[in-house]
């Protein structure tokens, strides 16, 4: 199994970006997805999940409104778009996958997660 995140960069307030998560050795539908973020000096956070085969969505309250979660089966590639960035939104964030039953908000915790990719790099200054 393997995750590979990309698409961050420097963006301004107010701004918006799409991460993508490319993925291997497994079937996206078959796992639940999720991003997470980790800024200095505080603990990982997960911001947005989607769940196992029905692909229901769930969102931190720092995320609802703002980002979107998705993935495409066929491609293989989870996906978040953050709009109306924020400067707290700085961090690096990360994909993981997990073949684990869990309540869908669960998935937003780190614990539900047995695969991970390496991050990329979020900033949102002016």
């Known amino acids: 199994v393997q995750l590979q995140a990309s698409g961050g960069g420097l963006v301004q307030p107010g701004g918006s970006l799409r991460l993508s998560c490319s993925t291997s050795g497994f079937t996206l539908d078959y796992w639940a997805q999720g991003w997470f973020r980790q800024a200095p000096g505080k603990e990982r956070e997960g911001v947005a999940c989607?769940?196992?085969?029905?692909?229901?969505?769930y969102y931190s309250d720092s995320a609802k409104g703002r980002f979107t979660i998705s993935r495409d089966v066929a491609q293989k590639t989870v996906y978040l778009q953050m709009d109306n960035l924020k400067p707290e939104d700085t961090a690096v964030y990360y994909c993981a996958a997990s073949t684990r039953y869990y309540s869908g908000r669960d998935y937003l915790r780190d614990y539900s997660m047995d695969s991970w990719g390496k991050g990329t790099q979020v900033t949102v200054s002016s």
């Open positions: 989607i769940a196992r085969s029905w692909g229901t969505t």
